[in-house]
């Protein structure tokens, strides 16, 4: 039901984006256009080359968007394509700071990045053309 539940989030969030994405299962979306081969392949290798975090380094760095309707925020990182969902269930902390939010999310990211296992894929490449 969670992972449903993270599925519908993204098709909510992103509803009007014209680009094709795959949700990873700790809630990091890879975007891709319309050059992309294979969604999967393609957003599984962005996110093992861009997606670990590096303290020190870029890979470190985030910033928050706060979602619509409270439905959580969006976690970007020094790569454009790609960003973390966090949803507010996620926090112990029920009004948390952003840094405390970005570092969850960053987390997230990371996780994501050494497990590389794919939830959802949404194809758009038709209605990029």
Do not use: Q
């Amino acid at each position: 039901m969670e992972d449903e539940n993270l599925i519908k989030l993204c098709h909510e969030t992103f509803i009007k984006d014209t680009y094709s994405w795959v949700l990873f299962t700790n809630g990091t979306v890879v975007f891709l256009d319309s050059s992309a081969v294979n969604l999967e392949n393609d957003a599984t290798e962005l996110l093992k080359r861009w997606g670990p975090v590096h303290g020190g380094g870029p890979g470190g760095d985030f910033s928050i968007i706060n979602m619509e309707n409270h439905l959580g925020w969006i976690v970007t990182c020094h790569h454009n394509d790609i960003l973390t969902l966090v949803r507010p269930n996620e926090l112990e902390n029920k009004s948390p700071e952003h840094v405390e939010v970005g570092l969850f999310g960053r987390g997230k990211r990371d996780k994501d990045a050494k497990e590389l296992s794919v939830l959802a894929i949404e194809d758009k490449r038709e209605n990029m053309k």
